[in-house]
Nanobody, 123 residues
Framework: QVHLVESGGGLVQPGDSLKLSCETS????????IYWFRQAPGKEREFVTA????????YSVSSVKGRFTMSRDNATSTVYLQMNSLKPEDTAVYYC????????????????WGQGTQVTVSS
């Protein structure tokens, strides 16, 4: 059974950096996609970035390009989200997710989810 555990969230000031981690287990990763979604208060959960595990391709929304970087550790099946130049509008619960064989940019039942980690950007 797929298991995803996020960590690294916290309270930071605008302009600060934060690095999130997502440890995956329960499955040998192959043609999978690992994602970061986020959900701000009162808003829908939205796609942020994803990595294709087999080829390392990265997919990101324009609002985080140049600020957020997704990376992975193949040996530990862990992914990271380095977030720089954080803004108050980045405040959200950040979720790690996994899908098998296909890339999705909207939440759906084909995704496995972690429990989420809170990121708050405030002065």
């Amino acid at each position: 059974q797929v298991h995803l555990v996020e960590s690294g969230g916290g309270l930071v000031q605008p302009g600060d950096s934060l690095k999130l981690s997502c440890e995956t287990s329960g499955r040998t990763l192959g043609n999978d996609y690992i994602y970061w979604f986020r959900q701000a208060p009162g808003k829908e959960r939205e796609f942020v970035t994803a990595v294709g595990w087999s080829n390392g391709n990265i997919y990101s929304v324009s609002s985080v390009k140049g600020r957020f970087t997704m990376s992975r550790d193949n040996a530990t099946s862990t992914v990271y989200l380095q977030m720089n130049s954080l803004k108050p509008e980045d405040t959200a619960v950040y979720y790690c997710a996994l899908s098998i064989d296909a890339l999705y940019t909207t939440p759906n039942s084909n995704l496995y989810w972690g429990q989420g980690t809170q990121v708050t950007v405030s002065s």
